[in-house]
């Protein structure tokens, strides 16, 4: 079973900073996961994935957040822990964030075939 839990949520206010993690793990399944992401959902709204990395490390983002999200992973003892850095938040980033990943490169970040339950961002301007 491939498992994603995602933390670091919170309340902020516009031009703060948070950090979401996402804790992988894949015991048990037989596919590498290929690639990461971080797909985001506000109300009314579709979902939107935001930033993705593959298993290099490299790294792609959404016009939206491009320059102010830093996606990255750490590998330790081949547990993986998916991280978002958010900086200079906007009050149009407020919405659920979701870890996600895929066994191999998908088509589209919002696309991928694993997703956590989601944390709750919410900017206030």
């Known amino acids: 079973q491939v498992q994603l839990v995602e933390s670091g949520g919170g309340s902020v206010q516009a031009g703060g900073s948070l950090r979401l993690s996402c804790a992988v793990s894949?015991?048990?399944?037989?596919?590498?996961?290929?690639?990461m992401g971080w797909v985001r959902q506000a109300p009314g709204k579709e979902r939107e994935g935001i930033a993705g990395?593959?298993?290099?490390?490299?790294?792609?983002?959404a016009d939206s957040v491009r320059g102010r999200f830093t996606i990255s992973i750490s590998k330790d003892n081949a547990k993986n822990t998916l991280y978002l850095q958010m900086n200079s938040l906007k009050p149009e980033d407020t919405a659920i964030y979701f870890c996600?990943?895929?066994?191999?490169?998908?088509?589209?970040?919002?696309?991928?075939?694993?997703r956590g339950q989601g944390t709750q961002v919410t900017v206030s301007s």
């Open positions: 894949n015991s048990g399944y037989t596919y590498r996961i290929r690639y």
């Open positions: 996600a990943a895929d066994p191999k490169t998908p088509s589209s970040i919002s696309g991928m075939l694993w």
């Open positions: 990395i593959d298993s290099d490390g490299r790294a792609i983002y």
